[in-house]
């Protein structure tokens, strides 16, 4: 089953050198996206209670996005991403993040990621 593309917008008050410090960092990412994250080379060891997941790091541009792809998807076009955009006007900083899921488990994804990042608003204060 062919995996869907879902994104999610999520609005901070935060500076964006301290939110692209929590999307790209082992230390930053333990905070609210995992209990640990290691990293080895370019692969990044995200652990939960007692499962544990590793995703290479594809790409990044400081302050802006990071972009990853699980090894289970490795081979496919699917990967998850956490871009930064500020409004040119308004100075709002968005969390904008992409990633895939199968059909029937795409709302849950949703409201995983959605739970996450509430818990980096509480660390951040935004």
């Known amino acids: 089953m062919d995996k869907e593309k879902f994104q999610l917008e999520i609005l901070f008050r935060s500076a964006t050198r301290v939110l692209y410090n929590s999307i790209s ?3 930053g990412l333990s905070e609210w996206f995992a209990d640990n ?3 080895k080379n370019d692969l990044f060891i995200f652990i939960w209670d007692d499962s544990e997941e590793t995703a290479r790091l594809l790409s990044k541009k400081s302050g802006e996005f990071v972009r990853f792809q699980w090894l289970e998807d490795e ?4 990967f998850f991403e956490i871009r930064i955009k500020t409004d040119p006007m308004t100075k709002e900083v968005a969390l904008y993040i992409t990633d895939f899921a199968e059909p029937d488990e795409k709302e849950e994804s949703m409201q995983l990621w959605e739970s996450q990042v509430d818990q980096l608003k509480r660390i951040l204060g935004g």
């Open 75 to 78: 081979g496919t076009d699917y």
């Open 25 to 27: 960092t082992p230390s």
């Open 37 to 39: 994250v290691n990293i």
